[in-house]
DNA sequence: AAGCTACTGAAACAGTCGTGTCAGCGAGGG
DNA sequence: CCCTCGCTGACACGACTGTTTCAGTAGCTT
C-alpha cells in the first residue's frame, strides 16, 4: 500500500520525491480555484467538484486539508518568489547606485498590476490569517515573506548602506510603503492615489540622505 | 413573541433601539473571546460556553452568526475610532504647524504598544476577510478603515498642503508607512526595527517638502 | 499471466455547524 | 393574581465538515 506522497520536508535527498503529474496538474487547478474563492472557507468537496476531481484523490494526493492548503501556500509563494528573483538579477555586478527609490517604484508597479490582485488577496488572507492562527498549515507565512523582501531590499541597497541599522531601517521603510500602499489599493481599487503616493516616497527617499 | 433586538438599521429614530444591558455584557464578553481566538473559525457553540451562555441566548440577542459577527467589527471598531477621536481633538483650532510627520509618530506610539496587539490582530483579519469576500458581514470593513484614517490624517495636516493630489498623496504614504509597519511589527515582533523605520520615515516627511 | 504502482469511485463514518422548536424561568406592572 | 417582557435550557433538525473503508481500474514491468 504506497498510500500517501504528500511531499515530506526532504527525505536526505536534496530534490523532493517527485511530485507526479496528476499532483502538479490538481494543485494548479485547485490554486486557480483558491485564487478566486480565496482559502478561509475552502473545503474538499466544493473544490473537487469544481476542478472535476474528489476528496478521495485530493486526500491521497495531499495527505490531508492541511497538506492541501500548504502545497497551495507554497505554491502562491512561489509566485512571489519568481518575481523576487526576477528582481534579483537586477543589480549587474560591481554597480553600487541602486537606490532603493527605483526598486521601490519598479515593485510597484507590479504589486499595482490588475492581474496579480487576485495572488495579492490570496497573499493578504494568509499573512493575516498566520498572524491570527501561528500554529497549523499557515504557520510562519507572514515571517517568511516579511524575510524574502527584506533579503531583496537589501540586495539592491548600496552596499556602504546596507548594514547596521540605518539600513535595516531603510528596507523595512521601503517595504513598510509598498505593503501600506497595497492593502489600500486592495480596499479602495484606487490606483492613481496611490501610485501617487508610492512616487511620492520614492522622491522623498531620492531627496533626504 | 418580542424575538429579535438585533439593532437594525435606524428605524427612523437616530439612536439604536437600547442595547439591552444583557446584550453589551455578552458583547463585551464576546469581544475578549474574539481578540484571543479571532473571527475566522468563531463558531457559535465554544464561544458561548467559554463566556457563560449559550448559542440559544446569543442567537436571541443578536439575530444570527452575522449578526454577531457584525456587532464584533462594530466593536473593534469603537476601538479604533476611540483613538482616532482622541487624535483628532490634539490640533487646536487656528493653528497650521501639525506636521503628518508628528503625527505618524505619535500613532505609531499606539500601534506599537503590546497591549494593542490582539486588537490590531483581529483588525488584520477582518481587514483581509473583507478583501476577499466582500458581501456578507465583513462587507466594507477595509474601505471603511481607510476612509476613518485618511479622513483623520487630513485633519492634521496644514490647511494648504491638505487639498489637491498631493495632499492626498501625503495622507496615503502616512497611512501606508503605518500599517506596513504594523504589519511588518505583527509578524515579526521586531520592535526597535520597526519603531527605527517609522522613525526614519517621519524624518524623511520633515526634510523634504 | 501475474504483480506492482498510481490513481479513482461510492459510500459511510463521526463530528460540528447554524438554526429552529417548545417549553419555562424570574421580575415588574396592572 | 396574572400577564407580559426579557432571557434561558434542552433538544433535535438538516446540512456540511474532514476522513476512512472497501473496492476497484488502467498502465507498466517482469
Same mark, same amino acid.
Given at each position: ?79 512571489? $518568489? =519568481?518575481? *523576487? ?10 554597480? +553600487?547606485?541602486? #537606490?532603493?527609490? @527605483?526598486? %521601490? ?69 521601503? $517595504? =513598510?510603503? *509598498? ?10 481599487? +484606487?490606483?492613481? #492615489?496611490?501610485? @501617487?503616493? %508610492? ?11
Amino acid at each position: 500500500m504506497p498510500e500517501e506522497p504528500t511531499t515530506p520536508t526532504d527525505p536526505a535527498s536534496s530534490t523532493a520525491p517527485a511530485p507526479s503529474a496528476r499532483h502538479t496538474e490538481l494543485l494548479e487547478a485547485a490554486y486557480g480555484y483558491a485564487l478566486e474563492h480565496g482559502l478561509a472557507d475552502l473545503s474538499l468537496r466544493p473544490l473537487a467538484t469544481a476542478i472535476g476531481s474528489s476528496p478521495r484523490v485530493l486526500m491521497f494526493l495531499f495527505g490531508n486539508k492541511d497538506g492541501l492548503v500548504r502545497a497551495l501556500l507554497a505554491r502562491a509563494r512561489r509566485d512571489e $518568489l =519568481a518575481f *523576487l528573483d526576477r528582481l534579483g538579477e537586477h543589480p549587474g555586478p560591481g554597480e +553600487d547606485d541602486h #537606490r532603493l527609490a @527605483d526598486t %521601490v517604484e519598479h515593485v510597484w508597479s507590479w504589486l499595482a498590476a490588475a492581474e496579480h490582485r487576485p495572488l495579492l488577496r490570496l497573499w493578504a488572507e494568509a499573512y493575516a490569517r498566520s498572524l491570527v492562527e501561528p500554529d497549523g498549515a499557515w504557520a510562519g507565512f507572514a515571517r517568511a515573506t516579511v524575510d524574502d523582501w527584506l533579503a531583496v531590499l537589501a540586495s539592491h541597497q548600496p552596499a556602504r548602506e546596507r548594514d547596521g541599522a540605518a539600513g535595516a531601517a531603510d528596507r523595512t521603510v521601503a $517595504l =513598510a510603503v *509598498l505593503r501600506g500602499a497595497l492593502l489600500d489599493l486592495l480596499a479602495t481599487d +484606487d490606483q492613481v #492615489r496611490t501610485t @501617487d503616493a %508610492v512616487r511620492r516616497q520614492a522622491a522623498l527617499l531620492r531627496g533626504g540622505l
